[in-house]
Protein backbone atom coordinates (compact mmCIF):
# COMPACT_ATOMS: atom_id res chain seq x y z
CA UNK A 1 0.00 0.00 0.00
CA UNK A 2 1.52 3.75 -0.56
CA UNK A 3 2.06 5.97 2.26
CA UNK A 4 -0.33 8.33 0.70
CA UNK A 5 -3.01 6.04 1.23
CA UNK A 6 -1.78 4.76 4.65
CA UNK A 7 -1.84 8.20 6.05
CA UNK A 8 -5.22 8.93 4.35
CA UNK A 9 -6.98 5.72 5.47
CA UNK A 10 -7.87 4.91 1.83
CA UNK A 11 -9.37 1.24 0.61
CA UNK A 12 -6.67 -0.51 -1.26
CA UNK A 13 -7.99 -2.95 -3.38
CA UNK A 14 -10.86 -4.47 -5.33
CA UNK A 15 -12.81 -5.90 -2.77
CA UNK A 16 -12.71 -2.54 -0.07
CA UNK A 17 -13.66 -0.53 -2.75
CA UNK A 18 -16.85 -2.58 -3.86
CA UNK A 19 -17.63 -2.51 -0.21
CA UNK A 20 -17.14 0.50 -0.09
CA UNK A 21 -19.08 2.08 -3.21
CA UNK A 22 -21.86 -0.35 -2.96
CA UNK A 23 -22.43 -0.60 0.75
CA UNK A 24 -22.03 2.90 1.97
CA UNK A 25 -22.12 5.44 -0.75
CA UNK A 26 -24.31 3.65 -3.14
CA UNK A 27 -26.70 1.48 -1.58
CA UNK A 28 -30.14 3.28 -2.66
CA UNK A 29 -28.52 3.50 -6.60
CA UNK A 30 -27.82 -0.11 -5.92
CA UNK A 31 -31.25 -1.35 -4.77
CA UNK A 32 -33.22 0.58 -7.37
CA UNK A 33 -31.14 -0.89 -10.36
CA UNK A 34 -32.01 -4.09 -8.94
CA UNK A 35 -35.52 -3.39 -8.66
CA UNK A 36 -36.32 -2.25 -12.02
CA UNK A 37 -34.14 -4.91 -13.48
CA UNK A 38 -36.04 -7.16 -11.75
CA UNK A 39 -39.15 -5.66 -13.38
CA UNK A 40 -40.38 -7.48 -16.65
CA UNK A 41 -42.60 -6.82 -18.91
CA UNK A 42 -44.57 -9.97 -19.41
CA UNK A 43 -46.59 -9.18 -15.81
CA UNK A 44 -49.34 -6.92 -15.53
CA UNK A 45 -47.85 -6.13 -11.65
CA UNK A 46 -44.28 -5.22 -13.26
CA UNK A 47 -46.34 -2.43 -15.48
CA UNK A 48 -47.87 -1.13 -12.53
CA UNK A 49 -44.73 -0.75 -10.20
CA UNK A 50 -42.94 0.43 -12.84
CA UNK A 51 -45.42 2.99 -13.12
CA UNK A 52 -45.28 3.34 -8.85
CA UNK A 53 -41.32 4.35 -9.66
CA UNK A 54 -41.63 6.57 -11.86
CA UNK A 55 -44.51 8.54 -10.18
CA UNK A 56 -42.73 8.31 -6.58
CA UNK A 57 -39.94 10.37 -7.92
CA UNK A 58 -41.65 13.75 -9.23
CA UNK A 59 -38.63 15.30 -11.25
CA UNK A 60 -38.19 11.90 -12.83
CA UNK A 61 -42.04 11.71 -13.46
CA UNK A 62 -41.57 15.07 -15.72
CA UNK A 63 -38.55 13.87 -16.93
CA UNK A 64 -39.74 10.57 -18.75
CA UNK A 65 -42.45 12.34 -20.10
CA UNK A 66 -40.33 15.01 -21.47
CA UNK A 67 -38.05 12.11 -23.46
CA UNK A 68 -41.40 10.12 -24.20
CA UNK A 69 -42.43 13.28 -26.03
CA UNK A 70 -39.29 13.40 -27.90
CA UNK A 71 -38.55 12.67 -31.18
CA UNK A 72 -36.01 10.85 -30.81
CA UNK A 73 -38.52 8.11 -29.07
CA UNK A 74 -41.86 9.16 -30.07
CA UNK A 75 -42.20 8.56 -33.61
CA UNK A 76 -46.04 8.72 -34.06
CA UNK A 77 -45.95 12.84 -33.07
CA UNK A 78 -48.75 11.97 -30.41
CA UNK A 79 -47.99 13.38 -27.16
CA UNK A 80 -48.88 12.12 -23.73
CA UNK A 81 -48.67 13.59 -20.57
CA UNK A 82 -49.36 10.36 -18.82
CA UNK A 83 -46.39 7.76 -17.44
CA UNK A 84 -48.56 5.19 -18.12
CA UNK A 85 -48.92 6.37 -22.08
CA UNK A 86 -45.74 6.61 -22.12
CA UNK A 87 -45.31 2.96 -21.75
CA UNK A 88 -47.72 1.85 -23.65
CA UNK A 89 -46.49 4.08 -26.65
CA UNK A 90 -42.70 3.27 -26.58
CA UNK A 91 -42.77 0.29 -24.78
CA UNK A 92 -41.82 -1.08 -20.82
CA UNK A 93 -38.14 -1.90 -21.60
CA UNK A 94 -37.24 1.63 -22.84
CA UNK A 95 -39.28 3.39 -20.09
CA UNK A 96 -37.28 0.94 -17.98
CA UNK A 97 -34.19 1.87 -19.53
CA UNK A 98 -35.06 5.55 -19.23
CA UNK A 99 -35.87 5.17 -15.40
CA UNK A 100 -32.19 3.27 -14.68
CA UNK A 101 -30.63 5.92 -16.70
CA UNK A 102 -32.10 8.79 -15.07
CA UNK A 103 -31.11 7.29 -11.58
CA UNK A 104 -27.68 6.79 -12.14
CA UNK A 105 -26.87 10.10 -14.04
CA UNK A 106 -28.55 11.79 -11.01
CA UNK A 107 -26.64 9.63 -8.18
CA UNK A 108 -23.28 10.65 -10.15
CA UNK A 109 -23.91 14.28 -10.73
CA UNK A 110 -25.19 15.30 -7.54
CA UNK A 111 -23.67 18.50 -6.41
CA UNK A 112 -20.84 19.79 -8.27
CA UNK A 113 -19.51 16.97 -10.17
CA UNK A 114 -15.45 16.95 -11.01
CA UNK A 115 -14.52 17.28 -14.78
CA UNK A 116 -12.95 13.58 -14.96
CA UNK A 117 -16.27 12.23 -13.59
CA UNK A 118 -18.06 14.49 -16.08
CA UNK A 119 -15.79 13.16 -19.16
CA UNK A 120 -16.82 9.53 -17.96
CA UNK A 121 -20.36 10.05 -17.55
CA UNK A 122 -20.47 12.01 -20.62
CA UNK A 123 -18.52 8.86 -22.79
CA UNK A 124 -20.77 6.36 -21.20
CA UNK A 125 -23.62 8.18 -22.18
CA UNK A 126 -22.46 8.16 -25.85
CA UNK A 127 -21.72 4.73 -25.25
CA UNK A 128 -24.73 3.74 -24.89
CA UNK A 129 -26.41 5.18 -27.55
CA UNK A 130 -23.67 3.83 -29.82
CA UNK A 131 -23.96 0.01 -28.65
CA UNK A 132 -27.80 0.33 -28.60
CA UNK A 133 -27.83 1.53 -32.33
CA UNK A 134 -25.39 -1.56 -33.34
CA UNK A 135 -27.86 -3.41 -31.84
CA UNK A 136 -30.90 -1.41 -33.50
CA UNK A 137 -32.70 -4.54 -35.20
CA UNK A 138 -32.80 -6.48 -32.39
CA UNK A 139 -36.08 -6.89 -29.78
CA UNK A 140 -36.70 -4.03 -27.12
CA UNK A 141 -35.63 -6.04 -24.19
CA UNK A 142 -32.12 -6.91 -26.17
CA UNK A 143 -31.83 -3.47 -27.08
CA UNK A 144 -32.10 -1.87 -23.58
CA UNK A 145 -30.23 -4.65 -22.03
CA UNK A 146 -27.54 -3.68 -24.22
CA UNK A 147 -28.03 0.09 -23.25
CA UNK A 148 -28.05 -0.19 -19.77
CA UNK A 149 -24.82 -2.48 -19.73
CA UNK A 150 -22.74 0.00 -21.84
CA UNK A 151 -24.06 2.88 -19.92
CA UNK A 152 -22.49 0.68 -16.57
CA UNK A 153 -19.48 0.10 -18.65
CA UNK A 154 -17.48 2.49 -16.68
CA UNK A 155 -19.96 2.44 -13.61
CA UNK A 156 -16.16 1.60 -11.67
CA UNK A 157 -14.45 4.14 -12.47
CA UNK A 158 -17.53 6.65 -12.42
CA UNK A 159 -18.37 5.70 -8.84
CA UNK A 160 -14.47 6.50 -8.13
CA UNK A 161 -14.48 10.29 -9.10
CA UNK A 162 -17.90 10.74 -7.84
CA UNK A 163 -17.61 9.30 -4.23
CA UNK A 164 -13.63 8.14 -4.11
CA UNK A 165 -12.44 11.51 -1.39
CA UNK A 166 -9.32 11.69 -0.91
CA UNK A 167 -8.04 9.41 -3.09
CA UNK A 168 -9.55 11.27 -5.89
CA UNK A 169 -7.05 14.10 -4.69
CA UNK A 170 -4.23 12.03 -5.02
CA UNK A 171 -5.41 10.33 -8.14
CA UNK A 172 -5.96 13.39 -10.19
CA UNK A 173 -2.55 14.60 -8.86
CA UNK A 174 -0.60 11.75 -9.78
CA UNK A 175 -2.09 11.51 -13.30
CA UNK A 176 -1.38 15.89 -14.17
CA UNK A 177 2.47 14.00 -13.77
CA UNK A 178 3.91 14.71 -17.43
CA UNK A 179 4.42 10.74 -18.80
CA UNK A 180 1.86 9.75 -15.83
CA UNK A 181 -0.07 6.03 -17.39
CA UNK A 182 -3.26 6.48 -15.82
CA UNK A 183 -3.73 2.66 -15.34
CA UNK A 184 -0.53 2.72 -13.17
CA UNK A 185 -1.45 5.43 -11.03
CA UNK A 186 -4.20 4.10 -10.26
CA UNK A 187 -3.46 0.74 -8.90
CA UNK A 188 -0.76 1.79 -7.09
CA UNK A 189 -3.07 4.30 -4.99
CA UNK A 190 -6.45 2.51 -5.00
CA UNK A 191 -4.76 -0.96 -5.68
CA UNK A 192 -6.88 -2.12 -8.35
CA UNK A 193 -7.69 -1.22 -11.43
CA UNK A 194 -11.29 0.70 -12.67
CA UNK A 195 -12.18 -2.00 -14.87
CA UNK A 196 -12.28 -4.49 -11.97
CA UNK A 197 -14.01 -1.97 -9.62
CA UNK A 198 -16.76 -2.07 -12.62
CA UNK A 199 -17.10 -5.92 -12.58
CA UNK A 200 -17.18 -6.07 -8.79
CA UNK A 201 -19.68 -3.56 -8.53
CA UNK A 202 -21.62 -5.19 -11.80
CA UNK A 203 -21.48 -8.93 -9.83
CA UNK A 204 -22.37 -6.85 -6.85
CA UNK A 205 -25.51 -5.14 -8.04
CA UNK A 206 -26.10 -8.57 -10.13
CA UNK A 207 -26.93 -6.48 -13.36
CA UNK A 208 -26.68 -8.91 -15.41
CA UNK A 209 -24.61 -11.24 -17.98
CA UNK A 210 -24.16 -8.86 -20.85
CA UNK A 211 -22.22 -6.82 -18.65
CA UNK A 212 -20.09 -8.88 -16.83
CA UNK A 213 -19.59 -11.20 -20.37
CA UNK A 214 -18.52 -7.45 -22.12
CA UNK A 215 -15.40 -6.92 -19.19
CA UNK A 216 -14.07 -10.42 -19.41
CA UNK A 217 -10.98 -11.80 -21.86
CA UNK A 218 -13.64 -14.42 -23.21
CA UNK A 219 -15.32 -15.03 -26.32
CA UNK A 220 -18.39 -12.46 -26.76
CA UNK A 221 -22.21 -12.96 -27.21
CA UNK A 222 -23.77 -10.42 -29.61
CA UNK A 223 -24.99 -7.81 -26.66
CA UNK A 224 -21.42 -7.80 -25.13
CA UNK A 225 -19.41 -7.42 -28.11
CA UNK A 226 -22.04 -4.69 -28.65
CA UNK A 227 -21.36 -3.01 -25.37
CA UNK A 228 -17.70 -3.36 -25.78
CA UNK A 229 -17.36 -2.12 -29.52
CA UNK A 230 -19.71 1.04 -28.02
CA UNK A 231 -16.76 1.89 -25.30
CA UNK A 232 -14.15 1.69 -28.05
CA UNK A 233 -16.41 3.84 -30.33
CA UNK A 234 -17.32 6.77 -27.58
CA UNK A 235 -13.52 6.28 -26.65
CA UNK A 236 -12.10 6.95 -29.84
CA UNK A 237 -14.16 9.84 -30.67
CA UNK A 238 -13.09 11.76 -27.68
CA UNK A 239 -10.06 11.73 -30.16
CA UNK A 240 -11.50 13.34 -33.16
CA UNK A 241 -14.54 12.08 -35.69
CA UNK A 242 -11.44 11.79 -37.92
CA UNK A 243 -8.23 10.94 -35.68
CA UNK A 244 -6.41 7.70 -36.48
CA UNK A 245 -8.35 5.56 -33.63
CA UNK A 246 -11.77 6.66 -35.32
CA UNK A 247 -10.35 5.09 -38.52
CA UNK A 248 -9.36 1.74 -37.17
CA UNK A 249 -13.26 2.13 -35.53
CA UNK A 250 -14.92 3.14 -38.46
CA UNK A 251 -13.55 -0.44 -40.28
CA UNK A 252 -14.79 -2.47 -37.35
CA UNK A 253 -18.46 -1.16 -37.10
CA UNK A 254 -18.62 -1.44 -41.31
CA UNK A 255 -17.56 -5.23 -40.90
CA UNK A 256 -19.98 -5.88 -37.48
CA UNK A 257 -22.91 -4.08 -39.54
CA UNK A 258 -21.94 -5.32 -43.09
CA UNK A 259 -21.99 -1.76 -44.76
CA UNK A 260 -19.27 0.25 -46.54
CA UNK A 261 -16.71 2.52 -44.27
CA UNK A 262 -18.32 5.72 -45.36
CA UNK A 263 -21.96 4.84 -44.10
CA UNK A 264 -20.42 3.25 -41.05
CA UNK A 265 -18.76 6.91 -40.16
CA UNK A 266 -22.22 8.59 -41.09
CA UNK A 267 -24.23 6.47 -39.02
CA UNK A 268 -21.59 7.15 -35.69
CA UNK A 269 -22.34 10.70 -36.44
CA UNK A 270 -25.87 10.91 -36.50
CA UNK A 271 -25.67 8.51 -33.12
CA UNK A 272 -23.26 11.14 -31.52
CA UNK A 273 -25.90 13.70 -32.54
CA UNK A 274 -28.89 11.95 -30.93
CA UNK A 275 -26.92 11.58 -28.10
CA UNK A 276 -26.72 15.23 -28.16
CA UNK A 277 -30.39 15.79 -28.11
CA UNK A 278 -31.21 13.16 -25.47
CA UNK A 279 -28.83 14.65 -23.16
CA UNK A 280 -30.61 18.19 -23.87
CA UNK A 281 -33.77 16.36 -23.20
CA UNK A 282 -32.83 15.32 -19.94
CA UNK A 283 -33.55 18.40 -18.08
CA UNK A 284 -31.72 21.41 -16.95
CA UNK A 285 -29.04 20.09 -13.88
CA UNK A 286 -28.27 17.06 -15.05
CA UNK A 287 -27.06 15.48 -18.43
CA UNK A 288 -27.17 18.66 -20.06
CA UNK A 289 -23.58 18.61 -18.11
CA UNK A 290 -22.42 16.48 -20.24
CA UNK A 291 -23.65 17.65 -23.62
CA UNK A 292 -20.90 19.76 -24.30
CA UNK A 293 -18.05 16.46 -23.93
CA UNK A 294 -20.17 14.32 -26.16
CA UNK A 295 -18.16 14.69 -29.49
CA UNK A 296 -20.85 15.13 -32.58
CA UNK A 297 -21.15 16.26 -36.13
CA UNK A 298 -20.56 19.92 -34.25
CA UNK A 299 -16.74 18.90 -33.55
CA UNK A 300 -15.77 18.88 -37.36
CA UNK A 301 -19.14 20.72 -39.26
CA UNK A 302 -21.45 17.89 -39.83
CA UNK A 303 -24.78 17.90 -38.48
CA UNK A 304 -27.51 15.71 -38.30
CA UNK A 305 -31.29 16.06 -37.40
CA UNK A 306 -33.59 12.75 -36.76
CA UNK A 307 -36.54 14.39 -35.99
CA UNK A 308 -36.98 17.89 -34.99
CA UNK A 309 -37.23 19.00 -39.02
CA UNK A 310 -40.09 20.78 -40.25
CA UNK A 311 -39.94 19.05 -43.61
CA UNK A 312 -36.57 18.11 -43.98
CA UNK A 313 -35.52 14.41 -44.36
CA UNK A 314 -32.86 12.51 -44.52
CA UNK A 315 -31.75 12.15 -48.41
CA UNK A 316 -32.98 8.95 -48.56
CA UNK A 317 -36.43 9.77 -47.83
CA UNK A 318 -38.35 11.86 -50.05
CA UNK A 319 -40.45 14.67 -49.22
CA UNK A 320 -42.86 15.51 -52.21
CA UNK A 321 -44.92 18.15 -52.46
CA UNK A 322 -48.29 18.53 -54.02
CA UNK A 323 -47.86 20.86 -57.38
CA UNK A 324 -44.99 23.14 -56.99
CA UNK A 325 -44.54 25.94 -53.53
CA UNK A 326 -45.31 29.40 -53.87
CA UNK A 327 -43.19 32.31 -52.56
CA UNK A 328 -43.93 33.52 -49.09
CA UNK A 329 -42.35 36.60 -48.60
CA UNK A 330 -43.59 36.84 -45.29
CA UNK A 331 -41.92 33.63 -43.88
CA UNK A 332 -38.98 34.49 -45.10
CA UNK A 333 -38.93 37.61 -43.04
CA UNK A 334 -39.79 35.38 -40.30
CA UNK A 335 -37.15 33.00 -40.46
CA UNK A 336 -34.39 35.42 -41.58
CA UNK A 337 -35.19 37.70 -38.12
CA UNK A 338 -35.33 34.69 -35.95
CA UNK A 339 -31.74 33.60 -37.47
CA UNK A 340 -31.04 37.22 -37.09
CA UNK A 341 -31.60 36.78 -32.86
CA UNK A 342 -29.63 32.97 -32.92
CA UNK A 343 -26.41 35.16 -33.38
CA UNK A 344 -26.60 36.51 -30.16
CA UNK A 345 -26.72 33.11 -28.14
CA UNK A 346 -25.50 29.39 -28.43
CA UNK A 347 -27.79 28.13 -31.51
CA UNK A 348 -29.25 24.42 -31.94
CA UNK A 349 -27.14 23.60 -35.06
CA UNK A 350 -29.56 21.27 -36.32
CA UNK A 351 -32.21 24.05 -35.81
CA UNK A 352 -30.23 26.83 -37.37
CA UNK A 353 -30.03 24.27 -40.71
CA UNK A 354 -33.63 23.03 -40.82
CA UNK A 355 -34.93 26.16 -40.55
CA UNK A 356 -32.26 27.64 -43.29
CA UNK A 357 -33.41 24.03 -45.92
CA UNK A 358 -37.70 25.43 -44.97
CA UNK A 359 -36.64 28.98 -45.77
CA UNK A 360 -35.45 28.09 -48.95
CA UNK A 361 -38.11 25.42 -49.95
CA UNK A 362 -41.66 27.28 -48.34
CA UNK A 363 -40.14 31.09 -48.15
CA UNK A 364 -38.55 31.52 -51.21
CA UNK A 365 -40.19 29.30 -53.39
CA UNK A 366 -37.95 27.10 -54.61
CA UNK A 367 -38.77 23.26 -55.49
CA UNK A 368 -35.72 21.21 -53.28
CA UNK A 369 -33.20 22.73 -51.27
CA UNK A 370 -30.26 20.63 -50.57
CA UNK A 371 -27.47 20.47 -47.30
CA UNK A 372 -24.22 19.15 -48.08
CA UNK A 373 -21.15 19.33 -46.10
CA UNK A 374 -17.51 18.16 -46.02
CA UNK A 375 -16.49 14.86 -45.12
CA UNK A 376 -14.24 14.55 -42.35
CA UNK A 377 -10.45 16.21 -44.18
CA UNK A 378 -12.73 18.12 -46.26
CA UNK A 379 -11.85 15.60 -49.19
CA UNK A 380 -15.80 15.22 -50.22
CA UNK A 381 -19.02 16.59 -50.03
CA UNK A 382 -22.05 14.30 -49.28
CA UNK A 383 -25.33 15.01 -49.70
CA UNK A 384 -27.17 15.45 -45.63
CA UNK A 385 -30.83 16.49 -46.14
CA UNK A 386 -32.95 17.52 -48.01
CA UNK A 387 -36.38 19.27 -48.61
CA UNK A 388 -38.89 19.00 -51.41
CA UNK A 389 -39.02 17.42 -54.41
CA UNK A 390 -35.80 15.68 -55.11
CA UNK A 391 -34.69 12.60 -57.82
CA UNK A 392 -35.10 9.27 -56.02
CA UNK A 393 -32.24 7.99 -54.26
CA UNK A 394 -30.11 11.21 -53.99
CA UNK A 395 -28.80 10.34 -50.64
CA UNK A 396 -26.67 7.48 -52.87
CA UNK A 397 -25.86 10.08 -55.62
CA UNK A 398 -24.78 13.56 -53.90
CA UNK A 399 -21.16 12.23 -53.07
CA UNK A 400 -18.59 14.19 -54.68
CA UNK A 401 -14.51 14.72 -54.44
CA UNK A 402 -13.82 18.32 -53.61
CA UNK A 403 -11.43 19.04 -57.19
CA UNK A 404 -10.12 22.09 -58.96
CA UNK A 405 -11.65 20.75 -62.13
CA UNK A 406 -15.53 20.30 -60.57
CA UNK A 407 -18.18 23.05 -59.12
CA UNK A 408 -17.47 21.70 -55.56
CA UNK A 409 -13.64 22.75 -55.90
CA UNK A 410 -14.61 26.16 -57.97
CA UNK A 411 -17.25 26.69 -55.17
CA UNK A 412 -14.98 26.41 -52.21
CA UNK A 413 -12.26 28.54 -53.98
CA UNK A 414 -13.91 31.49 -54.44
CA UNK A 415 -16.49 30.97 -51.17
CA UNK A 416 -19.17 33.36 -53.21
CA UNK A 417 -22.66 31.99 -54.46
CA UNK A 418 -23.03 30.84 -57.83
CA UNK A 419 -25.91 30.61 -60.18
CA UNK A 420 -25.34 27.71 -62.81
CA UNK A 421 -27.68 28.20 -65.98
CA UNK A 422 -26.68 27.61 -69.93
CA UNK A 423 -25.61 31.26 -70.14
CA UNK A 424 -22.20 30.27 -68.93
CA UNK A 425 -19.65 29.81 -70.75
CA UNK A 426 -18.12 26.44 -72.09
CA UNK A 427 -15.57 26.39 -69.37
CA UNK A 428 -17.67 26.99 -66.45
CA UNK A 429 -19.81 24.33 -67.95
CA UNK A 430 -17.70 21.70 -68.00
CA UNK A 431 -17.52 21.63 -64.10
CA UNK A 432 -20.60 20.29 -63.62
CA UNK A 433 -19.45 16.48 -65.08
CA UNK A 434 -22.07 13.75 -66.77
CA UNK A 435 -21.78 12.46 -63.13
CA UNK A 436 -22.88 15.11 -61.19
CA UNK A 437 -25.63 16.10 -63.51
CA UNK A 438 -26.43 12.37 -62.75
CA UNK A 439 -27.17 13.01 -59.38
CA UNK A 440 -28.79 16.45 -59.38
CA UNK A 441 -30.57 16.33 -63.32
CA UNK A 442 -30.12 18.92 -66.21
CA UNK A 443 -30.83 22.59 -65.51
CA UNK A 444 -29.68 25.60 -63.53
CA UNK A 445 -29.26 25.67 -59.94
CA UNK A 446 -28.18 27.54 -57.23
CA UNK A 447 -25.46 26.87 -55.08
CA UNK A 448 -23.49 28.62 -52.14
CA UNK A 449 -20.61 27.67 -49.95
CA UNK A 450 -21.23 27.10 -46.04
CA UNK A 451 -18.20 29.66 -44.33
CA UNK A 452 -17.04 29.73 -41.02
CA UNK A 453 -14.86 31.95 -40.28
CA UNK A 454 -13.59 31.91 -43.47
CA UNK A 455 -13.38 28.45 -43.82
CA UNK A 456 -15.88 26.19 -46.06
CA UNK A 457 -18.00 23.68 -44.21
CA UNK A 458 -20.67 22.68 -46.44
CA UNK A 459 -22.93 24.43 -48.90
CA UNK A 460 -26.85 24.92 -49.76
CA UNK A 461 -27.93 23.36 -53.21
CA UNK A 462 -31.60 24.33 -54.34
CA UNK A 463 -33.26 24.27 -57.75
CA UNK A 464 -36.58 23.98 -59.47
CA UNK A 465 -36.03 21.29 -61.47
CA UNK A 466 -39.41 19.42 -60.86
CA UNK A 467 -41.25 22.14 -61.89
CA UNK A 468 -39.02 23.28 -64.63
CA UNK A 469 -39.88 27.32 -63.95
CA UNK A 470 -36.96 29.03 -64.44
CA UNK A 471 -34.69 30.51 -61.26
CA UNK A 472 -35.29 34.29 -60.85
CA UNK A 473 -32.58 36.96 -59.61
CA UNK A 474 -34.84 37.72 -56.62
CA UNK A 475 -34.58 34.24 -55.77
CA UNK A 476 -30.67 34.58 -55.90
CA UNK A 477 -30.67 37.05 -54.15
CA UNK A 478 -33.11 35.86 -51.50
CA UNK A 479 -30.63 32.19 -51.85
CA UNK A 480 -28.05 34.13 -51.01
CA UNK A 481 -29.17 36.15 -47.87
CA UNK A 482 -30.13 32.94 -46.42
CA UNK A 483 -27.02 31.12 -46.58
CA UNK A 484 -25.12 34.16 -45.43
CA UNK A 485 -27.14 34.09 -42.72
CA UNK A 486 -26.40 31.18 -41.28
CA UNK A 487 -22.78 31.59 -41.87
CA UNK A 488 -23.13 34.15 -39.58
CA UNK A 489 -24.70 32.17 -36.89
CA UNK A 490 -22.06 29.80 -37.08
CA UNK A 491 -19.24 31.99 -37.06
CA UNK A 492 -20.85 33.95 -33.94
CA UNK A 493 -19.80 30.74 -31.61
Known sequence: MTSDSQKMNIPYGTKDWVNRLARKEMPAL????????????????????????????????????RISNSAHYNKTGLRTNTVSRAISMIGFDTIRSLCISSKVIDALLHDAPNDRLLSVVAESFHSAMQAK?????????????????????????????????????????????????????????????????????????????????????????????????????????????????VEVIVKKVAKYKKIDEEEALMELIDCADQTVALAREWGAGKAEKIEGLIPSSADFELENDEDESSGSQPLDVQGKSEGHVQEDHELQLNILRELSLMAGSKPDINLVFNMVLEGLHRGIGLDAAILALN???????????????????????????????????????????????????????????????????????FIAPIVVRGRPIGLFYADNHSSRRPLSRDQFAAFNHFVQQVSLVLSAH
Open 30 to 65: AHSVQHLNGLTATAEASVAELVKVVLEDPNLTSRII
Open 133 to 245: ALVGQSKSAVKEEVFISALMYQIGEASFWCYGGDAVTIVDAKMRIPGANKDDVVEEVIGTKFKRLTFGLARAWRLGDTLLGALQNKPLTPGAGAVRLGHEISAAAVEGWDSPK
Open 375 to 445: TPGGKNVLGRYVIGDTGEGIGKRFNFPIKKNNIFGYLFEGTTPFWFNEKEPASTKALVSAEIKAAIGEGEF
